[in-house]
């Protein structure tokens, strides 16, 4: 299950519990006490449906609404929640310069007609990039390097990653090049690196955001859309 | 939203500011040929035009755009792109002009050293990839359907 969702569902009953909602505790000593199968964990004031033998919905005073499933000791938040929860996630990685606008043309593509869209062209972008560090990698492996085609290969990289909004690789590239053209192998090496590191970020963050569209889309809801300013 | 004559809600209609009478109405809806040899761009290119109701066709470098015209088909606009192998941009873009083709030709790329050559060898516009949804309504204001 995904484990940054988990700990802001404790920080979430932590701030509840602070606010005076004892049922929070409830909820707060079955998220982390493993809870026996035969046992109904939840007294009936939290409890408003259960979902089945393995999960049931928990409500707080607050209003917070918690899909809990004993089995695999996991919670899940509803999914209102989840979509505001993507919609910060997403916020987050344009702050931070992981994602810039491209990516937001990207998700303004995708409707119902073509409802994978992002997916299919994030997953081209992984396979290409990969494929393209890979080369990368052997031609500075050489004995003698030949910087037309490091070059080129780091021109493919600029350009997928521009076309996906990955900015930080974008920008490795662009650094990259710099030391293309001065035949420099050390500082290619660097880049490289650092490149490798900006790539598998993204990579994480991207996948990461996807798990969590599906689990909304799972959950019956609809993915939002992300608005232009923010 | 305007309504096309089809009476179908038209966002491209709306997006170019296109009035009642326009020049882009239906029957004849504007036909669209993507060249670039990448994937991604090919993907990202067809679903832009895609969304804007424009009828298109991708092919893979300069050679590939020249046979299709030879086959007899004719697009209203051309999104040429630069680099790419067997026949790049430019050489595509002079050889189409060569052979009296008037359709409209943007040339997208990142090469800003040989933008000068490419506007040259005949395009009536140039765009900096990545193309964004804007960027084409700005190609397409431009777009002349009798040629």
Sequence with gaps: MF????????????CSLADGDADALVLKKHIQNPIPKSQKPWDSALLIQSINSHSSLLKLKSGLVFCLCREEQTVSMEVGQMQRRLIEYTKSLFMEGILDDQFLQLQQLQDES????????????????????????????????????VDAHVHQLKGSSASVGAQRVKNGCIAFRNFCEEQNVDGSLRCLQQIKQEYYHVKNKLEALFRLEQQIVAAGGSVPMMELSF | MLKSKTGMEDGFLSSVGAGDSTMLEPPTKITA???????????????????????????????????????????????????????????????????????????????????????????????????????????????????
């Design chain 1, 114 to 149: 073509n409802p994978d869209f992002v997916v299919e062209v994030v997953s081209l972008f992984f396979q290409d990039a990969e494929k393209l560090l890979n080369d990368i990698t052997r031609a500075l492996d050489q004995q003698s390097v030949d910087f037309t085609k």
């Design chain 2, 33 to 147: 040929l993507v060249v670039d040899d990448d994937t991604i761009n090919q993907m990202i290119h067809h679903r832009l035009l895609d969304n804007l109701g424009i009828r298109n066709q991708v092919v893979r470098n300069g050679k590939e755009a020249i046979d299709v015209h030879c086959s007899g088909k004719n697009f209203d606009l051309i999104l040429m792109d630069m680099e790419m192998p067997v026949m790049n941009g430019i050489e595509a873009t002079r050889q189409l002009r060569a052979m009296g083709i008037r359709s409209m030709i943007a040339g997208v790329s990142t090469n800003t050293r040989e933008r000068e050559n490419f506007m040259k060898a005949g395009l009536d516009d140039y765009q900096e990839k990545p193309l964004t949804t804007s960027k084409l309504v700005s190609i397409l204001h431009k777009v002349h359907k009798d040629g």
């Design chain 1, 3 to 14: 484990h940054q969702l988990f700990h802001d569902v404790l920080e979430t009953v932590r």
